[in-house]
């Protein structure tokens, strides 16, 4: 399949994802939320349940809500959640139906030069989502309490650019009740939010690779998820168009004669390199064969 | 790490994902999700 091709069919995907995700029409109609059943699933991606469509909650709101409060000190259901998404299909979430995903590719469309980090500064910056998750969404709605044992959802309260973007603005639009409470909460969440916006325009995937807490955790499912993407370097030619067309610049192993795991925390499955090896040496695997293993 | 050993991880996550759901949903974690999620969260859209 040729890249054109297979961006087309990602793209399909991932806009009936966000459709099916935020598709309670009469929410954005009216300035309101749904407020269904449905939202006590927690849906695999990072998508704000504030969104007037939104018909299922945001996983990482989700697990600050519950560890933020006064009757649990772990979330064993949004963890469980997410471990089971994880292991399904690893970062897959991120390259095929997370709406904010989406966002950013789009974004990244507009012709711009786009910025090369050198790897000295980005190799370190991509740890920094790993502190996010862990300060922001578990450390601190854990310890840091009110005189009520009650915390701030910290992520969703001071950084999550979904959550402005998704819910804030519509929300806001819909409502001049909410637009006249807006303060200077409000100006610093926009102000990341564009930040974000204009990071995602000038590096590919700015927010999934340096700042989601959600990429973050699912990165770590990669090696041993379900779905696999393998390198077989036998047919590879070395000619590095993989890694040029990555959207997340992960280094994909050379030519050799042995079959690999493309198993980078942050590779997002969008299978672009896969669509672009002119070797056809990248496929979709599950983790049968014994032969990617011992390298 | 052997195939062998990554289907093990594997499966034990995934044992230990679904062991996690049926605590938290018996814990009525669901349920402070639900409330959370029906209600406009006001942090969320930079107000709270």
Redesign the interface.
């Known amino acids: 399949m040729n890249v054109r091709k297979h961006n087309r069919i990602r793209r399909i995907i991932q806009i009936a994802s966000a459709a099916v995700l935020n598709g309670y029409a009469a929410g954005f109609a009216g300035g309101r ?5 449905g ?4 849906v695999p991606v990072l998508n ?3 969104c007037p469509g ?1 018909l ?2 945001c996983p990482i ?2 697990m600050q ?2 560890l933020g ?1 006064s ?2 000190r772990f ?10 998404f ?2 399904a299909l690893g970062r897959l979430w991120c390259g095929f139906v997370c709406p904010f995903g989406l966002i950013q590719d789009l974004l990244g469309m507009i012709p711009a030069r786009r910025i090369k980090i050198a790897p000295k500064v980005d190799k370190p910056l991509r740890y920094l989502k790993y502190a996010v998750l862990l300060i922001l969404v578990v450390l601190l709605p854990l310890l840091a309490k009110n005189q009520y044992g009650i915390a ?2 910290w992520f ?2 001071y950084i ?1 650019p979904a ?2 973007l998704e ?2 603005i519509p ?2 639009l819909a409502d001049r009740q ?1 637009r006249s ?3 200077a ?2 100006s ?3 102000l990341i939010l564009i930040v974000v916006l204009i990071g995602a325009v000038l590096i590919p995937r700015f927010f999934c690779r340096y700042l989601c807490p959600l990429g973050a955790l699912y990165g770590l ?1 990669n ?4 779905y696999q993407l393998n390198l077989d370097q036998s047919c590879c030619t070395g000619c590095n168009t993989c890694t040029q067309v990555c959207p997340m610049a992960v280094e994909i192993p050379k030519a050799g004669d042995k079959l690999v795991q493309i198993s980078s925390t942050e590779c997002i499955r969008c299978g672009r390199c896969k669509a672009a090896c002119p070797a056809g040496a990248i496929r979709v695997k599950g ?4 032969a ?2 011992r390298n | 790490m052997s195939a062998a050993q990554v289907k093990w991880i594997r499966a034990a996550l995934l044992c230990v994902g679904v062991v996690f759901i049926v605590i938290g949903l018996a814990t009525g974690e669901a349920g402070i999700v639900l409330d959370k999620a029906i209600h406009i969260c006001l942090e969320c859209i930079g107000i709270g």
């Open positions: 939320i749904f407020t269904g059943a939202k006590a699933f927690c704000c349940y504030a939104a299922g909650s709101g989700s809500t519950v409060g009757r649990h979330s064993f259901y949004v963890l469980g959640l997410l471990m089971v994880g292991i701030d959802a969703c309260k999550c959550g402005t819910g804030g929300l806001m909410l409470l807006a303060g909460l409000f610093w969440k926009m499912f090696r041993y998820s379900f983790l049968r064969n014994e990617l293993y």
